[in-house]
């Protein structure tokens, strides 16, 4: 990607903006994924490329979203691919599909490129509040 070397840049400059000047102690820098990326290699703060075929990692916000569109019917049941774009239009309590800003875990990109800070693995991303709705009580 042209544009992730800026992007990436000003995503590390606010990282490290939350070390402690006081502690001495250097922030920890987050990775940076490309391509498919499997589920267990992502943490929360890395920052993951995205490119058409490729299945989402994790939850995550949009630091560039390219003609960017995303195959969410793993989790909305929307037949249709939801574009998507770095400017949040909805807030925190709104339906998924009108999130348009972040992109969740095991989603497929059907179109464009992006990049995105990982905000929840696991079963703290959106599919993981499904499968734990889904499991049966112990």
Not at 14 to 42: I, Q, Y
Not at 86 to 93: K, Q
């Amino acid at each position: 990607y042209n544009d992730s070397g800026a992007t990436l840049h000003a995503a590390l400059r606010v990282w490290g903006a939350g070390a402690s000047a006081s502690a001495g102690t250097a922030p920890s820098v987050p990775g940076l994924l490309a391509g498919e990326v499997d589920t267990t290699d992502v943490v929360p703060g890395d920052i993951v490329l995205l490119a058409a075929g490729d299945k989402v990692a994790a939850d995550g916000r949009l630091l560039v979203a390219t003609n960017l569109a995303v195959d969410e019917s793993t989790l909305t049941g929307e037949s249709e691919p939801v574009d998507k774009s770095t400017h949040m239009v909805a807030g925190p309590d709104a339906a998924l599909g009108d999130r348009t800003a972040m992109v969740h875990m095991n989603t497929v990109v059907t179109r464009g490129r992006g990049e995105f800070v990982v905000t929840s693995t696991g079963m703290d991303t959106e599919m993981g509040a499904i499968a734990g709705i889904s499991r049966p009580a112990r």
